[in-house]
């Protein structure tokens, strides 16, 4: 089981990334995606989630309206696209695979890096 976090990197206040996460060893289908973030000294806390099936999403307050999940089951692939970044979304993204039906089957990936800075 591997889960691959990529797209982040440096960008300016006001900026976009698109973090992608490709899962591979599982059903990919099977599971719910979920993105979250842990910045330093603090706690890792909830982004984003989907669906199985890519019709459901939610979010965190803090980015509601500037942030969208999506996925792509034929590539097992989910998405976080970040528009309007601001300093305070610096933070290592990680993202987490569960069993739609099997709550205690969840995996975690290595994490990417974003950082917001002019």
């Known amino acids: 089981v591997q889960l691959v976090e990529s797209g982040g990197g440096l960008v300016q206040p006001g900026g976009s990334l698109r973090l992608s996460c490709v899962a591979s060893?599982?059903?990919?289908?099977?599971?719910?995606m979920s993105w979250y973030r842990q910045a330093p000294g603090k706690e890792r806390e909830f982004v984003a989630a989907?669906?199985?099936?890519?019709?459901?999403?939610t979010y965190a307050d803090s980015v509601k309206d500037r942030f969208t999940i999506s996925r792509d089951n034929a590539k097992s692939t989910v998405y976080l696209q970040m528009n309007s970044l601001k300093a305070e979304d610096t933070a290592r993204y990680y993202c987490?695979?569960?069993?739609?039906?099997?709550?205690?089957?969840?995996?975690w990936g290595q994490g990417t890096q974003v950082t917001v800075s002019s």
């Open positions: 060893g599982f059903t990919f289908s099977s599971y719910s």
């Open positions: 989907i669906t199985r099936d890519g019709i459901s999403a």
């Open positions: 987490r695979a569960r069993h739609i039906s099997r709550p205690q089957d969840y995996y």
